[in-house]
């Protein structure tokens, strides 16, 4: 059961954010969520909004990634960073999505987990923003203010995804998420918080963002 401090940050939140879905990886379906979110990786979204951009013309269906040529494919993700690895989880990716899945994108946690590329966060965006299933995104923002809230102390990604799960009431797990994210991106900015501008503040255990 969330505690009322929780449960107060979180009404702050709706009222400032609103508890309308938004995802910023632009998409139109599910695997080019999945292949968007691959990209995302020590990247940020706008540039995988950038790239995504002329590479889904380009790659208009599954069948066109599970044929693609690896290092036309580099080429075409070279700015989105480590392009080599990410080329080759995609192009293996969409083969099993198109051999496997008939082109479906799994909604099973497990199945999601044995594509390549994709972990727990990627299938855990894809179970949130296409199946709307109660999932947790822990991605640099989630962590790093998760922890200056006190809502958790763990480090490990899986572990912390573990911890909210526990402590959020399952109705906020995909909000969460979209919340943190704007929050991290606009007030709790990574090395220069805006402390005295936040709605949280005589909530966060950070004091004056020391963390």
């Known amino acids: 059961m969330a505690s009322k401090r929780v449960l107060e940050i979180l009404r702050r939140l709706d009222e400032e954010y609103t508890t309308e879905y938004k995802c910023y990886l632009n998409h139109d379906n599910a695997w080019q969520l999945l292949i968007a979110t691959i990209l995302s990786a020590q990247c940020t979204d706008a540039r995988v909004n950038e790239v995504t951009k002329d ?53 099973d946690l497990d199945k999601l987990t044995k594509l390549a590329g994709v972990g727990n966060k990627t299938a855990n965006v894809i179970r949130g923003n296409i199946y709307n299933i109660p999932s947790i995104v822990v991605d640099t923002h989630v962590k790093r203010i998760s922890k200056k809230l006190g809502i958790t102390k763990e480090e490990d990604p899986l572990k912390i995804e573990k911890d909210l799960m526990k402590k959020l009431p399952k109705d ?28 949280l503040k005589d909530l966060c255990e950070a004091k004056n963002g020391t963390c």
């Open 55 to 107: 590479l889904f013309k380009k790659y208009d269906s599954l069948e066109k990634f599970a044929a693609a040529d690896l290092e036309e494919l580099k080429k075409d993700i070279y700015s989105t960073g480590f392009y080599h690895n990410k080329a080759k989880n995609i192009i293996s990716c969409a083969k099993d999505l198109v051999e496997i899945y008939g082109g479906e994108v799994p909604s």
């Open 172 to 199: 906020h797990w995909i909000l969460w998420n979209i919340h943190i994210i704007r929050l991290g991106r606009t007030i709790c900015i990574a090395g220069r918080p805006k402390c005295d501008e936040c709605f």
